[in-house]
C-alpha cells in the first residue's frame, strides 16, 4: 500500500515544467530553485522569470488551466506531448489542487490568441465568443441561426458599412455580457447583417451590411458571403469577426484578413 506522499510522488514525477497559476508571494518563493517554474496570473506581481498572462477571470478551475495552457503554447514554453503539473486554488486562499496534465495539440483552439492579441478588451473577447458558442449550441427557437460579430475599431467599421435597417441599439448604451443584452442579441441574430461592438464592449449597431474591400484576403473556399465579408473587414480594421455558421454550424474567427480559430460550439 502506497502512502499519501508516494502517490503525490507520482503525480508529480517527471514533469517537464511546474505550472503555478496566480501564487502568493510566499508560495511562490518556496519554489525559487527551479528553473521549470511557470507563473501564471493576471499579473506578474512576483516578478517570475517566466510569465504567461490570464487576462481574464476563471471561476472554473479547468478552463483556467487549459486556458493557462494554451497560452503557454503559444510563448513556447511547452509543446504537444509534455507533462506538466498544475498548482491552482480552487477554493479561497492559496494553492490547494495539484492536477498533472499531458500538454495535447488539442488544447491549441485559437482562443487564447484571439482573446489576449486583439484591440478589444479581453472580455469583450470573451463575452462575444460565448454568445457565438451558446447560439450555436442551442440555435434560436431549436433552428439553427447564422450571427456575425465584428468587435473593436467600431468607428472604422462604421465608416466601412452601411445599414440595412433601422439600428435597434442607435440611442442604447448596452454592453455584451449583459444578461438581458445576450438574450437581445440572439433575438436579433435572425436578423440580417452584421453586429457592431466597441473595443469596450459597447454594442454599437446591430443589421450593418459590410463593405469591406475584399482583396488579400486569404479566406478558405466554400466559405460564403458573411464569412468572406467578416473576413475582410479584420484586414481593412483592426477589428476581429467571430463568425457563426448557419449552415455548418461552426465558429471562427477572423483576424488580419485570415482564419484564426474553427471550433465545433458542441465540442466546446
Ligand atoms: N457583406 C455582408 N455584411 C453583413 N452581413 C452579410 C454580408 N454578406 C452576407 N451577410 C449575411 O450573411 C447571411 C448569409 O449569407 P451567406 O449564406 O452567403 O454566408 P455564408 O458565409 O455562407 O454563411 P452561412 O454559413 O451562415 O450560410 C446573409 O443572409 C446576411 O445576413
Ligand atoms: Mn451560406
Redesign the pocket.
Known amino acids: 500500500m502506497a502512502t499519501l506522499a508516494e502517490l503525490l510522488d507520482d503525480l508529480v514525477a517527471d514533469v517537464d515544467g511546474v505550472f503555478l497559476f496566480s501564487p502568493s508571494a510566499s508560495y511562490y518563493e518556496r519554489f525559487d530553485s527551479r528553473d521549470d517554474l511557470v507563473v501564471i496570473a493576471p499579473e506578474n506581481t512576483v516578478d517570475a522569470e517566466t510569465f504567461v498572462r490570464l487576462p481574464l477571470e476563471f471561476t472554473n478551475v479547468e478552463d483556467r488551466i487549459k486556458f493557462g495552457i494554451e497560452g503557454a503554447m503559444d510563448e513556447n514554453i511547452v509543446e504537444e506531448g509534455d507533462t506538466v503539473i498544475c498548482s491552482a486554488s480552487m477554493f479561497d486562499g492559496d494553492a490547494d489542487t495539484l492536477t498533472r496534465v499531458r500538454v495535447g495539440e488539442n488544447m491549441r483552439s485559437g482562443v487564447y490568441d484571439l482573446i489576449v492579441n486583439s484591440r478589444a478588451d479581453p472580455n469583450v473577447v470573451r463575452d462575444v465568443f460565448e454568445v457565438a458558442v451558446e447560439l450555436g449550441k442551442k440555435g434560436q427557437k431549436g433552428k439553427p441561426v447564422?450571427a456575425?460579430f465584428v468587435v473593436g475599431d467600431a468607428g472604422k467599421v462604421m465608416n466601412k458599412?452601411r445599414p440595412?435597417s433601422y439600428n435597434p441599439f442607435e440611442k442604447s448604451h448596452v454592453h455584451v455580457g449583459d444578461p438581458i443584452v445576450n438574450v437581445m442579441l440572439k433575438e436579433f441574430s435572425r436578423?440580417?447583417?452584421?453586429f457592431v461592438v466597441s473595443d469596450s464592449g459597447k454594442i454599437v449597431s446591430a443589421y450593418?451590411?459590410?463593405?469591406?474591400a475584399a482583396e488579400g484576403v486569404d479566406i478558405p473556399k466554400g466559405?460564403?458571403?458573411?464569412?468572406?465579408?467578416?473576413g475582410a473587414?479584420t484586414r481593412d480594421t483592426n477589428a476581429i469577426a467571430i463568425?457563426?455558421?448557419?449552415?455548418?454550424g461552426l465558429v471562427r474567427a477572423f483576424k488580419g484578413g485570415k482564419l484564426i480559430l474553427e471550433i465545433d460550439p458542441e465540442d466546446y
Open positions: 447564422g456575425l458599412s440595412l436578423l440580417d447583417g452584421a450593418r451590411y459590410l463593405e469591406p466559405l460564403g458571403a458573411r464569412h468572406m465579408a467578416g473587414i463568425v457563426l455558421s448557419e449552415s455548418d
